[in-house]
């Protein structure tokens, strides 16, 4: 019972202040008013924008939108500043800015803005701010409205126009909306890090636009006061629909970031509550999972939320005679979703194994209840660590070299081909309902704890049919280590519906943390 009336607490505590915001609605419009006098003093009669859905008089306009106002169902940017303040600040910058939410909905718009931009980014280097192209678009993006993208993809000429801090949604708009400019907040910076003001450049915004679209045939998009105006009703927009994921401009493959949930204030506040207990509870799975036999850990594991889903397509094949003559064991090939994949391969067959991995921790090496090898991606050094892991037992590689978190392969190394002729593809996924066990910026050495921080987790693993490598020519002699590293990536990919990539860990490290992923040993 004390459970289940949680949620409904929470909701009392911030009921008030959402009543007061109600009472204080006439200052929310200070900075509506501000940016709706950014270009333009000529009035004509407004349009709802439902009327250009299936309208095709804008193909040779420039459409100027207010992102909040016109794209966004979400009516508060209060998310994306706590995403900056607990991404790329810390758990305590994150809840300072809570606590101040009810100080934030008594206020009028600019006002909020200014304190949170202030609680966010002040003390964080320019230079290292990533949020902006690493952790935002993704929570953006599921906040994008299919309605206003359909008016959006109608432009010649896309200008969009944002409340919020530059660096916060310019990535955003440019990469995966493929706007033309973006126009935002500029933030003063000192010594190259951020002071927490923002510059006053509305006259400068003004200018800008006024360049951007001289000589321009332009409609505006729930802006006032301008030559052609399209509003966005509420009723309307709280009818919208989720923009779906193939309707994007660009396929959003990497995202990095801790939080796996929007960070409302409500969320944040169940999150604050829930973490002390998560790092207990933490802690005790890990050592029940180190510690325990099979038998014993995978219940217990289950009761505290930690669940197995194992499909096992292939029952435990005859080894090859190949294999018999040079005493090797199994070659379990698996996608990579977070450092614990092998940990799980060995709970789903309940025999302890080998893994070899590119990218290990210290921490996690130490506390590991398997064997763990690390590679140095020197292809020939690699090729006898992994044979002489063979012929001592089974054996676990993850060949895309890192993890990925969406529903996308990335290329798969086919150095495992030239190794076995008995190779069996594994699927895995995995659900957590708080915390991303896994991480390009952060501490790595984290990465299990976090997971395990997780009310409830599911790990899917998935066995399926045996595959040939090249190690030993047989009916196929022009059968390549390529097409067999392709093709169990497809079946993979198949099982899962997972999209296969040719992208590498270099390409998601260059995204995600602006280096090629190699980082020193002590640095994690």
């Given at each position: 019972m004390v459970f289940k009336a949680l949620p409904y607490t929470l909701q009392l505590i911030l009921f008030i202040p959402r009543v007061l915001l109600k009472l204080h609605k006439n200052h929310t419009k200070a900075l509506k008013r501000t940016l709706s006098n950014t270009h333009g003093s000529h009035s004509r009669s407004q349009t709802p924008i439902s009327h250009l859905q299936t309208s095709d008089h804008l193909s040779q306009k420039a459409l100027i939108f207010d992102v909040e106002g016109t794209l966004l169902r979400s009516s508060s940017v209060f998310p994306y500043f706590m995403l900056v303040a607990f991404e790329s600040g810390s758990l305590i910058r994150a809840f300072v800015l809570l606590a101040l939410y009810p100080l934030l909905v008594l206020v009028n718009d600019e006002l909020s803005i200014k304190i949170m931009v202030m609680i966010s980014f002040f003390g964080i280097k320019k230079d290292g701010f990533r949020v902006g192209s690493s952790v935002l678009p993704?929570?953006?993006?599921?906040?994008?409205?299919?309605?206003?993208?359909?008016?959006?993809?109608?432009?010649?000429?896309k200008v969009g126009v944002s409340k919020l801090p530059l660096v916060m949604v310019e990535c955003f708009l440019k990469d995966y909306l493929e706007f033309d400019h973006v126009f935002g907040r500029e933030l003063t910076v000192f010594g190259g890090y951020f002071v927490g003001l923002m510059k006053d450049n509305k006259n400068t915004m003004k200018h800008r636009i006024n360049e951007v679209l001289k000589d321009e045939d332009y409609a505006n998009v729930c802006f006032s006061n301008k030559p052609e105006v399209y509003v966005i009703r509420n009723e309307e927009k709280k009818a919208w629909q989720i923009l779906p994921r193939e309707r994007c401009q660009k396929d959003l493959i990497f995202h990095d970031g801790r939080l796996a949930f929007r960070p409302e204030p409500l969320n944040m506040l169940a999150m604050f509550v829930w973490f002390p207990f998560s790092i207990l509870l933490s802690i005790s799975r890990i050592a029940i999972a180190i510690t325990l036999p099979y038998g014993a850990s995978i219940p217990i594991l289950s009761f505290t939320g930690v669940h197995l889903k194992l499909t096992n397509n292939n029952p435990t094949p005859n080894m090859k005679s190949h294999d018999l003559k040079q005493h090797k064991g199994r070659l379990y090939v698996c996608n990579h979703r977070t450092l614990l994949d092998p940990l799980y391969l060995s709970f789903g067959l309940k025999k302890p194994f080998a893994a070899v991995t590119y990218s290990l921790s210290r921490m996690s090496e130490i506390l590991s209840p398997i064997k763990t090898v690390r590679l140095t991606r020197d292809r020939e050094q690699d090729a006898q660590t992994m044979d002489k892991m063979l012929k001592l037992g089974d054996l676990v590689v993850c060949p895309e070299g890192t993890t990925c978190r969406e529903p996308y392969l990335l290329r798969f190394s086919p150095l495992f081909a030239e190794l076995s002729d008995h190779i069996v593809p594994v699927a895995l996924d995995t659900y957590v309902s708080m915390f991303h066990g896994t991480t390009a910026s952060g501490l790595k050495c984290l990465d299990p704890f976090m997971f395990m921080m997780n009310p409830c987790s599911v790990y899917q693993v998935r066995f399926l049919d045996e595959v040939h490598g090249?190690?030993?020519?047989?009916?196929?002699?022009?059968?390549?280590?390529?097409?067999?590293a392709n093709y169990v990536q497809s079946e993979i990919g198949k099982t899962l519906e997972f999209k296969c990539t040719s992208l590498t860990r270099k390409d998601k490290y260059l995204a995600l943390a602006g280096n090629d992923g190699f980082v020193s040993r002590s640095n994690k």
């Open positions: 993704k929570f953006l993006l599921e906040d994008v409205g299919l309605e206003g993208f359909d008016v959006l993809t109608r432009g010649k000429k090249v190690s030993l020519q047989t009916s196929d002699a022009s059968s390549t280590s390529f097409d067999v």
